[in-house]
């Protein structure tokens, strides 16, 4: 699927929320797959449902650790990245977070060609449901703290830019 840059309406908007229902229906399920796809051909380490026109409290995360190949190790280390499994968000709230701050240079699907210095929670805790629509809990820190805060933003109709 196209992944939308800002200017698009849908990237600032307030997205809907699913119900368990709905996220066991084909039509989700579905939605899902293809926002799988379009994450890894980006490639990618995660994409919320608003970036490519549904305005849908959903997420997908992997970080693999061929992306994170490419930084030194300084800098793996530096920003706590290792890779992270595939797993699907639904309805995700940060129910707890560090007041330490980490400040990194970030990037956006929906912001192509541009990078900002964005401070972000050092570690956060996430609670949502699966794509099964069970509940689930994460705890995160590092940069997959900071992918869940940017996803978790634009489920908001927050850009990195913003921050
Ligand atoms: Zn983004």
């Given amino acids: 699927?196209?992944?939308?840059?800002?200017?698009?309406?849908?990237?600032?908007?307030?997205?809907?929320?699913?119900?368990?229902?709905?996220?066991?229906?084909?039509?989700?399920?579905?939605?899902?797959?293809?926002?799988?796809?379009?994450?890894?051909?980006?490639?990618?380490?995660?994409?919320?449902?608003?970036?490519?026109?549904?305005?849908?409290?959903?997420?997908?995360i992997e970080d693999r650790a061929e992306y994170i190949q490419k930084l030194s190790p300084e800098q793996a280390a530096e920003r706590e990245r290792?890779?992270?499994?595939?797993?699907?968000?639904?309805?995700?709230?940060?129910i707890k977070q560090d007041d330490t701050k980490a400040e990194f240079f970030e990037g956006c699907m929906s912001t192509r060609g541009l990078m900002g210095l964005v401070p972000r929670a050092l570690s956060v805790?996430?609670?949502?449901?699966?794509?099964?629509?069970?509940?689930?809990?994460?705890?995160a820190r590092g940069w997959y703290a900071r992918i869940l805060q940017h996803e978790i933003d634009h489920l908001h109709g927050i850009i990195n830019l913003d921050r």
């Fill in 1 to 60: 699927m196209e992944i939308l840059q800002i200017g698009e309406p849908v990237l600032r908007q307030m997205a809907s929320s699913l119900s368990r229902d709905e996220i066991t229906s084909e039509s989700i399920q579905q939605l899902i797959s293809a926002m799988i796809e379009t994450l890894r051909n980006a490639p990618g380490v995660g994409l919320a449902a608003p970036q490519i026109g549904e305005s849908l409290q959903l997420v997908v």
């Fill in 82 to 94: 290792s890779p992270v499994p595939l797993h699907v968000l639904i309805n995700p709230k940060i």
């Fill in 125 to 139: 805790k996430v609670e949502c449901l699966n794509e099964h629509g069970e509940n689930t809990l994460i705890e």
